[in-house]
Every structure is written in C-alpha cells, then in structure tokens.
C-alpha cells in the first residue's frame, strides 16, 4: 500500500503506437509564464516527444515514451515545478473507450476489490482504476463488446449502486471545471485567513506609529502574522517558492517568498535589538499576494467562459427508439444509426439526419444567426441545437468526439492554447525575468549598503512629495525595504497574461458568432491580409442551382409556362429539374398531375400535364418536334451569356416560353466583398468555369480579378502565383475537398463551414454559417484582438520597466508595491475583457 490519499489499483499505461498520452489538470497554471516553468521542468524528462499547455482550462497535454517516462514522473516534474496537480491520467487509444462510474458504497479497498473482480470478468476490459478517496472506477473497455451500460448494470450486480457513468470526454471537462472551481473557494479561503489577522495589524500599527506605543506591540504582531506568513496561503506559497527553486525554474511564488519571509524573520530581531518592524510589512504583502491570486483567478474565470458555455449547451440525455419503444439514456450511450426521438422544445442530443418530420431549428450556437431554420426529411441536424415547435425523428450520425459541438470545443481549446507569434519575445524574456528580478533586488540591496550617502538625495527628493519615503532611513533598513520592494513590485503574471487572455476572449467570441479560429497564429497573420481568394462554387454563389427566369411566350402566362414545366420536371431526379419544382412550390403554385412523362436521352423530357403535351429541353428537341422557336432563341442566347442554364419549353408543340436556372450568388457576397474592399483587401475569385460566366459572377458581386478555367490541381499553384506578387499575406476561402490544398498553401485557410470537414480539417479558420461577411468579421475580429495583445504587451512592459527601478532606488514602500502587482495583473485581464465590446458585426 502507498501513503497516499487513496489508493489506485491496476493502472495501465495505454499506448498509441510506441507513444503514451497523459493529460494533467494544474489549476496554478494560471498564465504563460507559469506554463514556461512547467513545460521546462517536463522537458527535463527523457522520452518526452510532445508538450501542449492551455492555460484557459489549466490543462497539460504530454506525449511520451512509457519505456523511458512515466505518468508518476510527469507529475512529479508539474509538482517539482512548483504547482500542485487537480487531477492526472492516461490518455486511452483510438480503439478504447474510458468511462467513470460513481459508486458512492466502495468505501474501502476490499470493495475496491469485489466491484473489480466483477468488471474483470466481463470480455473487452482493458483496464481499471479504482479510486475510494472520490468513490470512482475508470474502466476502459472495446465498445465493440461492452457498454457502460452492461458495467453499471455488473457494478450493481456485486452490491454497488452507481450514481452517474461519465465518458473520458465529457469527465475531463469536469474534472478541469471542478479544479478550477476548488481553486477558486481555496484562494478566497486563504485570503479570509490572511486578511482578518492583517487588518488586526493595520489598526495597531496606526495608533503604534502616530500617537499611543502600545506594550507589547511587536510580540502581538509577530503572533498575529506568523499564521497569515506560515500557515494556509504562506506555506503553499514557500512549497512552491522551495519546490521551483530546486528545480531551476524560478516561479513567481520565489519572489513573494523572498518579499515576505525575510522581513518577517528581520522583524524578529526587535525582540533583542531596537529596530524598525518589518514584520507588518511581511503579513501585508502575503495578504495582498492572496487577494491577487483571487481576483486575478476570477477575472480570468471571466475571459475563458467561452467553453464553460459551449459544453453546458450540450444535451444530457437523448430519447431514443429501442424495441419500438421510447427509452431514455444518456448522451454518452447513444451509437450511431440510433433513431432519437426530439420533442418540441428539446435540444438535439447528436449530429444527425431528419428521417421523420418538420420543424424549425434554432441553431444559433452554431451559426450566431437568431432566425430559426426550417429541417425536413434528409437535412442534417447538429447536436445542442433546439428544437422549436415539431415532433422529429432523427438518426444519428455523429457522436462523441465527432460533432459538431465536440469539434468547435476542440477548436476554441486549440486557438486558446495556441500562442502568436508576437509572444516569442516575451516568452523567452520571461523565462529568464526571476532571477533577473532577484538580481536587481540583490544589486540594489548591496547599493544601499555600500553608497547610501550616494544615493540618499534620491530619498530627500523623494520625501518631498511621496509621503511613504523616509529620508533618515538607516542604510540597511532601506537596503532592506528597496530589495523586497522590487521583488514584490515585479509582475512576470502581467506579461504571462497579456496575450492568452486576449486570445481566450477572442476566440470565444469568433466562437459565439460562428467564426472558428484554430490558431493563434491566424490571429496575428489575418490581420495583415491583403488578397483573398475566393472560390466560386459554395463561396460566392450558393452552389446549388435555383430558379432564375421564367419568360413565357405571346399567347402564355408566367404562371401557366411555370406550373407545366414544373409539373413535367417533377418526374426527373436531376437537380436542375428539382431546381425548377421547388422554384414553383417557393412562389406558392399548385404543381397538377403527371402522366405519360418521357425521358429523351440528351434532349429534355415531356409529358401529359392537365391533358395538353409538354416538351421541355433543348432546341435540338423542340425543333425534332417542329416547334418555331421565334424570338426564344435570341432569348436563349441572352441567358446563356449570363452562364445560365436555360431550357425551352413547348405546350401542344407551340412555343411556350423559356424557363433559366442557375447557381445564385448568396445574398451576402456583395456586401462582404464591398466590406473587403473598405479594408482595402483586393479580392480574386477562382474557378473552374469558362471565362464568360466567370465575368458576369465578377461583375455583380464586384470582384477585382479573374482566375477562369482553373482545374482543381490548379488553385494552389493559383495561390502561389498570388503569394510571389503580393506577398505573404493572401487567404483562401473554399468549401469543397479540392479546395483543401490551396487552403494549407494560403497564409490563412479559410474554410465554409457547410463544406466537406476535410477542407476544414485543413483550414485556420472555419466559417460556420457559410457566409462571407463572417470573414470580414473574421478580419475585424483579428484586427481587435491583436490590438488588445500589443496594448496588454505594451503596459506590462511599461509597467515592469518602470516600477522596478523605481522600487530600486528606494521610492516604492513594499506594501504599495505588492498592492500595484495585483493591479497590473488585473489591469491586462480587465483590458482583454474589453475587447468584447470590439465593433466588428458587419452592416
């Protein structure tokens, strides 16, 4: 048995490949600073192939080679880093599922043992991990063979009742959450026990200082601050000073410990020799130390709630067709092709496909568009999106880590952990900004001991407009209140901070309006774009075709020359056909009965509508049928130079009209491209179609340049050619799969989220909606946040700049200082908070 808290038994290191994968939860891992120090200390590590820290859910991603590293060693390096760990495990293979049961009644490792014996004795185990301490077993088993329904149901079997089964997914999520959660309630705990004492202090310090000695004055502050110095707050705070220290990576806690301990231990002195106190300053400063962890951990709460909203979208449970029989289970049960049953009012619990009903979906979540959409048979369904007023049966298609919701939380993680370019520089000083900072606190020290006479004037200047300032401060005691002043003063937090907050606030408001930015690297490179190149298809127009024109014939109405080609076109699969019935449902006709209907191979089609003959087709087949085409060819042609497809239509072989279809442009693209143009971006359409229709699609949405004629291969070396004449600044948009090449050749990917997921998967930023404003919004978005990172970068440099010599020659008190390195922490969160308020919704 080990000495720990609880007891796990059977641990198994699940590999992918030769590579293991282990997730750590460290909720001090509150900026990029702290990150730096904690990826360090892994890299010490042998075997490590690959680190990922996300500050906005404290998460630690590693990948190793179990045969050289452990998950015990890992953590061991977190913790000898200085940071304690919520939670750590094991990540399970692709072919593995991992679930947590809560079995509230295994109190002890004789139930641990009995509720594990009988889940080894199932088929498709391959691993277990009990846990007393939090009442949990983590199973991992091939899904293929077992459910978690089947290990609730063996659980329960052995004598056990299990409250709640959760996915690794979902759990890891929660457990982050938690952590975060906890870490909160123990920071505002620590300062409740670090300020009631302190403030004791304060109100005997003023009388002690000013008009009235009180007997036993020191004895009474050193008794009251020695628990806020020591105990609680204190001592995590030199555990982790001491553990850092140790490990060659230099914390932030190293200087509030060096700020708090030796002035404490100074001020003990008085007890044998008259001095000043210095042990109010001590409890002060790891007073204000804890109020800081507080407010600066839930500030940042505040600018990473972007994925604490997209996961409570999620639906809990889903009903679903079992035995022809309504069952309800939770979402993390449901298998694909399950037939889920979704009420007026309920959310979608998966990705999947009307097979039965009508209603409209509010998909809001997903798109940041308000209007309800109206679903039928055969359209897509996302998962957490709501359901408004009809009864629907939908199968599912995705589930898991697959949707929708799943992937955009993916995502956001992704942009959120991901660092700008522009951050390098600060990183690499940051990591050495510590002990720089205990070197100045030493220098200065020794300054004010060896040249007090020198820099005294300093202090009489000072004096005379800073109340604080003593100008007959005894050399050491100003040695001793200049050094601590700069340890405290510095601020490694602020500029840790300056950019993963804006990035987190960022993205999750990309997110909320349906723009996904993968990485923080678009962020900074979208921002300076100066081409985008636009594919046709899917991008400008809608890439489906629709009904256009309806030009009847002297002798006939629109609406007659509608409903009888509509009517003869019912009968044919082909979606130009389907194009023109459901043009004729849009305008409100009554489609008649089809008889006799005729598909003539290359020509047309004609059947029998309300007793009178109907060709529709080609000239090749009204002049088969001896139709005289009269004005209708020069109309034809017309259409056609507009790169329109139009047909011809004869009732009772007289010429009845001519009916044109085409790939509409989407409502928004003008506007988008005139946006564009505002921003001063030259915009390129590429395509595949002939320079004519190509032309005419240019002209009415106002595209600056032409690409015609251009294979799909051809669209990278398109994006090349680009790249050599304007620069490293162009981005692509594309929905289709071949457009995934030219995305990844682009500076920026832009993907349309209703394209294939490959042209996603390739893509720095995903466009949910489709619509290219949301691009524009994209850019504007990029503008604001790479804005907020420069101005965050800005004052935390400025600040450390000057605070620190400031404190250094000895005109910042301490207790000033450590009350201003809170502020500065706080002022960077606060600034990136603001950017919600960013303008960029396009009109």
């Known amino acids: 048995m080990n000495d720990k808290a609880h007891q796990i038994n059977k641990e198994v290191i699940n590999t992918d490949g030769n590579q293991g994968k282990a997730e750590l939860v460290v909720p001090g891992m509150g900026s990029n600073h702290c990150a730096g120090l904690v990826k360090t200390s892994i890299e010490r590590l042998p075997g490590i192939t690959t680190i990922e820290t996300n500050i906005a859910n404290h998460q630690v991603h590693v990948t190793f080679e179990p045969s050289k590293s452990s998950l015990e060693s890992i953590r061991l390096a977190v913790e000898n880093a200085g940071y304690d760990i919520a939670s750590s495990q094991l990540l399970s293979a692709n072919n593995i599922k991992k679930v947590t049961l809560t079995v509230p009644g295994m109190g002890s490792n004789h139930c641990a043992g009995l509720v594990r014996t009988s889940i080894e004795r199932l088929s498709g185990i391959s691993a277990i991990e009990t846990n007393i301490a939090n009442h949990q077993v983590v199973v991992s088993y091939d899904p293929q063979r077992l459910d978690s329904q089947t290990l609730k149901e063996t659980v329960e079997k052995a004598g056990y009742d299990v409250v709640s089964v959760e996915s690794l997914a979902s759990n890891s999520h929660k457990v982050a959450e938690a952590a975060e959660e906890q870490y909160l309630d123990q920071a505002w705990n620590n300062l409740w026990f670090a300020a009631i004492p302190t403030t004791l202090i304060m109100l005997l310090m003023i009388p002690e200082m000013f008009w009235q000695p009180i007997p036993g004055y020191l004895a009474i502050v050193a008794v009251l601050a020695f628990p806020v110095v020591f105990f609680k707050g204190g001592r995590s705070t030199h555990r982790s000073a001491w553990r850092s220290l140790k490990n060659r990576t230099a914390n932030m806690d190293v200087l509030i410990s060096l700020g708090s301990l030796p002035p404490y231990l100074i001020g003990l002195i008085g007890f044998v020799y008259p001095m000043t106190s210095f042990i109010e300053m001590a409890s002060t400063i790891m007073t204000f130390h804890m109020l800081g962890r507080y407010l600066e951990t839930r500030a940042k709460g505040k600018a990473s709630q972007a994925i604490k909203k997209l996961i409570k979208l999620g639906a809990k449970t889903a009903i679903v067709l079992r035995n022809n029989n309504e069952v309800e289970v939770p979402v993390e ?61 939908v199968k599912a298609t995705k589930i898991g880590a697959d949707t929708f919701l799943s992937q955009v939380i993916k995502l956001v993680e992704q942009a959120q952990g991901s660092k700008v370019p522009i951050q390098e520089l600060a990183d690499r000083v940051t990591a050495t900004f510590v002990p720089a900072v205990i070197g100045i606190s030493l220098l200065s020290f020794l300054s004010w001991v060896i040249f007090a006479d020198t820099l005294r ?33 510095a601020c490694p937090c602020a500029l840790g901070l300056a950019t993963p907050t804006a990035i987190m606030v960022g993205s999750g408001m990309g997110a909320e309006r349906g723009v996904l930015i993968r990485s923080g690297e678009a962020i900074q490179t979208l921002k300076d774009i100066k081409v985008v190149v636009l594919d046709k298809t899917g991008t400008i127009t809608a890439g489906k075709p629709s009904l256009t024109d309806v030009i009847p014939a002297a002798g006939f109405t629109e609406e007659e020359l509608l409903v009888a080609t509509a009517a003869v076109e019912g009968g044919s699969e082909h979606p130009l056909a389907q194009a023109i019935v459901q043009g004729a449902k849009v305008r409100g006709l009554t489609i008649p009965k089809l008889e006799d209907f005729q598909s003539i191979t290359a020509r047309g089609v004609e059947g029998v509508v309300n007793g009178r003959l109907v060709h529709v087709g080609s000239r090749r087949l009204l002049n088969e049928q001896g139709v005289d085409l009269g004005d209708l060819d020069g109309t034809l042609k017309s259409l056609e130079v507009q790169g329109k497809t ?41 395509t595949g179609d002939n320079e004519r229709t190509a032309q005419f699609v240019a002209e009415q949405v106002g595209i600056d340049e032409v690409l015609a004629n251009v294979l799909p291969e051809g669209k990278v070396d398109s994006v090349k050619k680009l790249q050599a004449k304007y620069g490293d600044s162009v981005a692509m948009v594309g929905d289709g799969i071949n457009d995934a090449p030219a995305l990844k050749q682009a500076n920026v990917g832009i993907a349309i989220g209703a394209g294939a997921d490959v042209a996603i998967e390739a893509a720095d930023v995903t466009l949910v909606q489709g619509q290219l404003t949301k691009l524009v919004e994209a850019i504007l978005l990029s503008k604001a946040t790479f804005r907020k990172i420069v101005e965050n970068l800005f004052w935390a440099w400025f600040y450390n700049l000057a605070a620190i010599p400031v404190a250094a020659l000895g005109l910042l008190h301490p207790m000033i200082g450590v009350i201003a390195m809170t502020v500065s922490s706080l002022s960077v969160i606060g600034n990136s908070i603001l950017l919600k308020r960013a303008k960029i919704t396009v009109e």
């Open 457 to 489: 004037p300093v202090l009489e200047w000072g004096g005379s407009f800073l109340p604080w300032v003593d100008p007959s401060l005894t050399p050491l005691i100003a040695a001793i209140l200049a050094s601590v002043a700069v340890m405290v003063i």
């Open 646 to 686: 139009a047909m011809l239509v004869a009732i009772d072989k007289k010429a009845a009209g001519v009916v044109a279809v085409a790939d509409t442009i989407k409502e928004d693209s003008k506007s988008a491209i005139k946006a564009m143009h505002d921003l001063n971006i030259h915009v390129v359409m590429v």
């Open 333 to 393: 049960e449901l298998l694909i092709g399950d037939v889920m049953v979704i009420k007026p009012g309920g959310k979608v619990p998966t990705d999947g496909e009307i097979i039965d009903g009508h209603s409209h979906l509010d998909e809001s979540i997903a798109t940041g568009e308000s209007v309800p959409v109206e679903k039928g048979p055969g359209d897509t369904v996302l998962g957490a999106t709501m359901n408004k007023e009809g009864l629907l049966k």
